[in-house]
Protein backbone atom coordinates (compact mmCIF):
# COMPACT_ATOMS: atom_id res chain seq x y z
CA UNK A 1 0.00 0.00 0.00
CA UNK A 2 1.54 3.23 -0.88
CA UNK A 3 1.55 6.56 1.51
CA UNK A 4 0.44 9.65 0.21
CA UNK A 5 1.02 12.74 2.20
CA UNK A 6 -0.78 16.13 1.72
CA UNK A 7 0.21 19.53 2.79
CA UNK A 8 -2.52 21.95 3.36
CA UNK A 9 -1.10 25.32 4.00
CA UNK A 10 -3.58 26.85 7.24
CA UNK A 11 -2.74 30.72 6.39
CA UNK A 12 -0.46 33.17 5.16
CA UNK A 13 0.95 36.04 7.01
CA UNK A 14 1.53 39.42 5.32
CA UNK A 15 3.73 41.47 6.70
CA UNK A 16 3.38 45.12 5.74
CA UNK A 17 6.78 47.08 5.63
CA UNK A 18 7.00 50.93 4.72
CA UNK A 19 9.26 53.68 4.30
CA UNK A 20 8.06 57.03 6.03
CA UNK A 21 8.26 60.75 4.54
CA UNK A 22 7.93 62.53 7.86
CA UNK A 23 9.62 65.10 9.54
CA UNK A 24 10.73 63.33 12.93
CA UNK A 25 13.14 65.87 14.02
CA UNK A 26 12.44 66.01 17.49
CA UNK A 27 10.46 62.87 18.37
CA UNK A 28 13.42 60.96 20.25
CA UNK A 29 13.94 63.54 22.60
CA UNK A 30 9.88 64.18 23.34
CA UNK A 31 10.06 60.25 24.03
CA UNK A 32 12.80 60.17 26.08
CA UNK A 33 10.81 63.15 28.07
CA UNK A 34 8.43 60.61 28.82
CA UNK A 35 10.72 57.39 29.63
CA UNK A 36 9.78 57.46 33.62
CA UNK A 37 6.21 57.23 32.73
CA UNK A 38 5.86 53.54 32.45
CA UNK A 39 2.53 51.29 31.25
CA UNK A 40 2.46 49.17 34.06
CA UNK A 41 -1.45 49.35 33.90
CA UNK A 42 -1.37 49.11 29.45
CA UNK A 43 -4.29 46.84 27.92
CA UNK A 44 -1.39 44.88 26.35
CA UNK A 45 1.17 42.96 28.34
CA UNK A 46 3.46 45.83 28.98
CA UNK A 47 7.11 45.16 29.32
CA UNK A 48 9.67 47.21 31.59
CA UNK A 49 11.00 48.77 28.15
CA UNK A 50 7.44 50.71 27.86
CA UNK A 51 6.12 54.03 28.18
CA UNK A 52 3.95 56.71 27.22
CA UNK A 53 3.72 57.62 23.61
CA UNK A 54 3.90 61.69 23.05
CA UNK A 55 0.86 63.20 22.34
CA UNK A 56 2.14 65.50 19.59
CA UNK A 57 0.79 66.25 16.18
CA UNK A 58 3.86 64.38 14.04
CA UNK A 59 2.82 60.81 16.07
CA UNK A 60 -0.50 61.93 15.02
CA UNK A 61 0.55 62.00 10.95
CA UNK A 62 2.54 58.65 12.00
CA UNK A 63 -0.95 56.69 12.44
CA UNK A 64 -2.71 58.34 10.09
CA UNK A 65 0.12 57.33 7.77
CA UNK A 66 -0.22 53.71 8.61
CA UNK A 67 -3.81 53.57 8.62
CA UNK A 68 -3.48 54.85 4.74
CA UNK A 69 -0.49 52.56 4.44
CA UNK A 70 -3.04 49.72 5.39
CA UNK A 71 -6.16 50.54 4.09
CA UNK A 72 -3.86 51.59 0.48
CA UNK A 73 -2.27 47.85 0.53
CA UNK A 74 -6.03 45.84 1.88
CA UNK A 75 -8.81 48.08 1.30
CA UNK A 76 -9.36 48.04 5.23
CA UNK A 77 -9.41 51.03 7.77
CA UNK A 78 -7.74 51.07 11.08
CA UNK A 79 -8.87 52.54 14.27
CA UNK A 80 -6.35 53.39 16.90
CA UNK A 81 -6.42 51.15 19.49
CA UNK A 82 -3.80 52.27 21.80
CA UNK A 83 0.29 53.57 21.42
CA UNK A 84 3.01 53.42 23.05
CA UNK A 85 6.92 54.13 22.84
CA UNK A 86 9.75 51.09 23.24
CA UNK A 87 13.30 52.30 24.74
CA UNK A 88 16.02 50.09 24.33
CA UNK A 89 19.42 50.23 26.44
CA UNK A 90 22.34 48.71 25.70
CA UNK A 91 21.56 44.60 26.23
CA UNK A 92 17.83 45.31 26.30
CA UNK A 93 15.78 42.87 24.62
CA UNK A 94 11.95 42.11 24.51
CA UNK A 95 10.80 38.31 24.79
CA UNK A 96 8.50 36.64 22.72
CA UNK A 97 4.72 37.75 22.43
CA UNK A 98 1.53 39.00 20.68
CA UNK A 99 -0.99 41.80 20.80
CA UNK A 100 -3.92 39.58 20.54
CA UNK A 101 -6.89 40.93 20.64
CA UNK A 102 -5.57 43.64 18.71
CA UNK A 103 -6.32 42.96 14.77
CA UNK A 104 -3.13 44.70 13.37
CA UNK A 105 -0.09 46.10 15.32
CA UNK A 106 2.56 48.12 14.19
CA UNK A 107 6.27 49.57 14.80
CA UNK A 108 7.59 53.06 13.67
CA UNK A 109 11.38 53.19 14.04
CA UNK A 110 12.51 56.39 15.37
CA UNK A 111 15.97 56.25 16.32
CA UNK A 112 18.19 52.56 14.95
CA UNK A 113 21.51 52.70 16.31
CA UNK A 114 23.65 50.22 14.26
CA UNK A 115 23.60 46.68 16.38
CA UNK A 116 20.69 47.54 18.41
CA UNK A 117 18.76 44.69 17.68
CA UNK A 118 15.87 43.39 15.33
CA UNK A 119 12.25 42.67 15.30
CA UNK A 120 11.73 38.60 15.02
CA UNK A 121 8.47 37.19 13.85
CA UNK A 122 7.74 34.11 14.94
CA UNK A 123 5.01 32.11 13.17
CA UNK A 124 3.82 28.81 14.42
CA UNK A 125 6.84 26.81 14.81
CA UNK A 126 7.64 22.93 14.84
CA UNK A 127 10.43 20.95 15.14
CA UNK A 128 10.66 21.14 11.33
CA UNK A 129 10.99 24.50 11.49
CA UNK A 130 12.37 27.24 13.99
CA UNK A 131 9.59 29.66 12.76
CA UNK A 132 12.17 33.02 13.36
CA UNK A 133 11.75 35.53 10.89
CA UNK A 134 13.95 38.47 11.60
CA UNK A 135 13.49 42.25 10.38
CA UNK A 136 16.09 44.45 10.43
CA UNK A 137 15.24 48.11 11.67
CA UNK A 138 15.53 50.97 9.92
CA UNK A 139 14.75 54.91 11.45
CA UNK A 140 11.76 55.97 9.56
CA UNK A 141 10.63 52.43 9.03
CA UNK A 142 7.18 50.95 10.00
CA UNK A 143 5.65 47.71 10.00
CA UNK A 144 2.30 46.58 10.32
CA UNK A 145 1.58 42.37 11.04
CA UNK A 146 -1.05 40.87 12.76
CA UNK A 147 -1.51 41.61 16.47
CA UNK A 148 -1.59 37.58 17.04
CA UNK A 149 1.88 36.97 15.54
CA UNK A 150 4.35 36.28 18.12
CA UNK A 151 7.47 38.50 18.05
CA UNK A 152 10.04 39.28 19.77
CA UNK A 153 13.25 42.02 19.84
CA UNK A 154 16.78 41.18 19.79
CA UNK A 155 19.38 42.33 22.34
CA UNK A 156 20.39 46.18 21.56
CA UNK A 157 23.89 45.64 21.48
CA UNK A 158 25.08 49.15 20.69
CA UNK A 159 26.05 51.94 23.04
CA UNK A 160 23.13 53.83 22.48
CA UNK A 161 19.34 53.66 22.78
CA UNK A 162 17.27 52.49 20.03
CA UNK A 163 13.69 54.00 20.00
CA UNK A 164 10.18 52.66 18.35
CA UNK A 165 6.30 53.71 18.98
CA UNK A 166 3.77 50.46 19.31
CA UNK A 167 0.71 50.78 18.02
CA UNK A 168 -2.39 48.20 18.13
CA UNK A 169 -5.33 49.06 15.82
CA UNK A 170 -8.72 47.51 14.91
CA UNK A 171 -9.92 46.70 11.32
CA UNK A 172 -13.24 48.61 10.72
CA UNK A 173 -15.20 48.19 7.62
CA UNK A 174 -15.23 46.17 4.62
CA UNK A 175 -12.52 46.26 2.00
CA UNK A 176 -15.02 45.63 -0.75
CA UNK A 177 -17.24 48.77 -0.07
Not at 97 to 102: E, L, T
Not at 120 to 127: A, D, G, I, L
Not at 148 to 160: C, G, K
Amino acid sequence: MEKSIEIHPLNSIDILKGKSLLDIDGLSDDILKLKSYRLDNNPVNSHYEDTRCPETPVVQEIIKELAEAFKGATGFDLILLDCWSHIHEKNMSTGQHDHYPADVSAVYYVKVPKGSGSLVFHPQSNKYHPGRIPFAPEEKTFVLFPGYLDHSVTRNQSDETRISLSFNFKIQGNANE
